[in-house]
């Protein structure tokens, strides 16, 4: 099920203070970017970068995603691994707001969202 759009609008306007946050210089933003879409009840931040062999192709490389559980009315946070796969993470696997879910991709404990 899809969010509502009440709080579709609030969670544009954490992602995007968040994203601003965490943007490199204005310089250097062709070769790596942030950003976040929003699919169905889930929110995906990722890097943008071209493609090292292809620069004209732009590739999306994923690094977080939180998706909603209206029954229990919290966020699931996932990153993801090397093996393409979003996982559990393990240090704070439920959250019950937005604002808590880019807390805690922005604190990057173990190196799972930033590297």
Request: glycine share 4%; charged share 25%; proline share 4%.
């Amino acid at each position: 099920m899809a969010i509502d759009a009440f709080e579709t609008l609030h969670i544009i306007e954490v992602l995007e203070n968040f994203v601003e946050s965490k943007r490199p210089p204005i310089e250097i933003r062709h070769q790596l970017d942030i950003s976040y879409k929003i699919e169905e009840q889930s929110v995906i931040i990722f890097e943008l970068r071209p493609r090292w062999n292809n620069p004209n192709e732009i590739l999306e490389c994923k690094i977080a995603k939180a998706s909603f559980v209206k029954s229990s009315s919290h966020w699931k946070i996932y990153w993801q691994r090397s093996d393409l796969k979003w996982h559990s993470y393990s240090l704070k696997p439920t959250v019950k707001t937005i604002e808590e879910f880019v807390i805690a991709v922005g604190g990057g404990g173990h190196a799972c969202f930033w590297g």
